[in-house]
T-cell receptor, first 109, second 116 residues
Framework: GQNIDQPTEMTATEGAIVQINCTYQ??????LFWYQQHAGEAPTFLSY????GLEEKGRFSSFLSRSKGYSYLLLKELQMKDSASYLC??????????FGKGTTLSVSS | NAGVTQTPKFQVLKTGQSMTLQCAQD?????MSWYRQDPGMGLRLIHY???????DQGEVPNGYNVSRSTTEDFPLRLLSAAPSQTSVYFC???????????????FGNGTRLTVT
């Protein structure tokens, strides 16, 4: 079976740094994705990790440890517009994605 | 390119009715998939396809049928709608092999279905 876990909710203040963790147990592994989803909208792509280590894209970074089945998304210099759901997803076979339940991040001023 | 187009955007059905959610992409993507999203449940994979004529079940396939007669289209059929199928449905596509090239899954804008 496939299992992807992430916290349900997180809160933070503007300008802060927040780390959203994701652990996974899947039948295979061909990469881990992070998506952002604002209420009422489709998910939008943030990052992709297939090798161990840190990938940085501006204010967002994503880390992967395949041996531990663990990833995190790091958001720096938080802004109000970062209030959204963050979805961790794994592609076990390189065909379809399996998603976690998502983490709702609330950023306050 | 229009990307991934889903129709309709909104639909209300009565229990027992049937309908087809349409999904079309014009990017020549081999891989297509259907997800449903419910509050607190994230995106759950219903069915997926790796090419024309090939489909497979995802995590929650019961109550849904799919077919893939062309590369462009991947319709999702509800044969006898139930209130438990009230959800937001997303179709997505990607070109085969491009996961390794850091290429994102392309999503449609979703279909909001209510079954009463």
């Amino acid at each position: 079976g496939q299992n992807i876990d992430q916290p349900t909710e997180m809160t933070a203040t503007e300008g802060a740094i927040v780390q959203i963790n994701c652990t996974y147990q899947t039948s295979g592994f061909n990469g881990l994705f992070w998506y952002q989803q604002h209420a009422g909208e489709a998910p939008t792509f943030l990052s992709y990790n297939v090798l161990d280590g840190l990938e940085e894209k501006g204010r967002f970074s994503s880390f992967l440890s395949r041996s531990k089945g663990y990833s995190y998304l790091l958001l720096k210099e938080l802004q109000m517009k970062d209030s959204a759901s963050y979805l961790c997803a794994v592609t076990p076979a390189g065909t379809a994605l399996i998603f976690g339940k998502g983490t709702t991040l609330s950023v306050s001023s | 390119n229009a990307g991934v187009t889903q129709t309709p955007k909104f639909q209300v059905l009565k229990t027992g009715q049937s309908m087809t959610l349409q999904c079309a992409q014009d990017m020549n993507h081999e891989y297509m998939s259907w997800y449903r999203q419910d509050p607190g449940m994230g995106l759950r994979l219903i069915h997926y396809s790796v090419g024309a004529g090939i489909t497979d079940q995802g995590e929650v396939p019961n109550g849904y049928n799919v077919s893939r007669s062309t590369t462009e289209d991947f319709p999702l059929r509800l044969l006898s709608a139930a209130p438990s199928q009230t959800s937001v449905y997303f179709c997505a596509s990607i070109k085969s092999g491009t996961y390794l090239n850091n290429s994102p899954l392309h999503f449609g804008n979703g279909t909001r279905l209510t079954v009463t």
